[in-house]
Nanobody
Framework: QVQLVESGGGLVQAGGSLRLSCIASGRTFSNSAMGWFRQAPGKEREFVAAIRWTNSDTYYADSVKGRFTVSRDNAKNSVYLHMNSLKPEDTAVYYC??????????????????WGPGTQVTVSS
């Protein structure tokens, strides 16, 4: 069993920054990835960013490239999402997700096995 807990969400003005954290417990990840997704009211949950656990390859949605950075700390079983130049359209609940076994489709939420409860990010204009 795997537990994921996000933290770091909050209210920020447009142009501001936040750092989200996700701590994983219950197992040590090897050949897998950690991802961040978000869901705004009335919208589908969408991919934001992901990082491979072994080689640190990173992946981003076009809407956040150049503004968001995903990183990880293997020793702490943690992954982070550094969000800069935030926009009102970034407002959503942000979820951390764990991909237990390697999948080439790192962008699909269906390829992730475990999910955190989410943390709210609100960007005011």
């Amino acid at each position: 069993q795997v537990q994921l807990v996000e933290s770091g969400g909050g209210l920020v003005q447009a142009g501001g920054s936040l750092r989200l954290s996700c701590i994983a417990s219950g197992r040590t990840f090897s050949n897998s990835a950690m991802g961040w997704f978000r869901q705004a009211p009335g919208k589908e949950r969408e991919f934001v960013a992901a990082i491979r656990w072994t080689n640190s390859d990173t992946y981003y949605a076009d809407s956040v490239k150049g503004r968001f950075t995903v990183s990880r700390d293997n020793a702490k079983n943690s992954v982070y999402l550094h969000m800069n130049s935030l926009k009102p359209e970034d407002t959503a609940v942000y979820y951390c997700a764990a991909q237990l076994y390697y999948s080439s489709n790192i962008y699909a939420k269906g390829s992730y096995n475990y999910w955190g409860p989410g943390t709210q990010v609100t960007v005011s204009s």
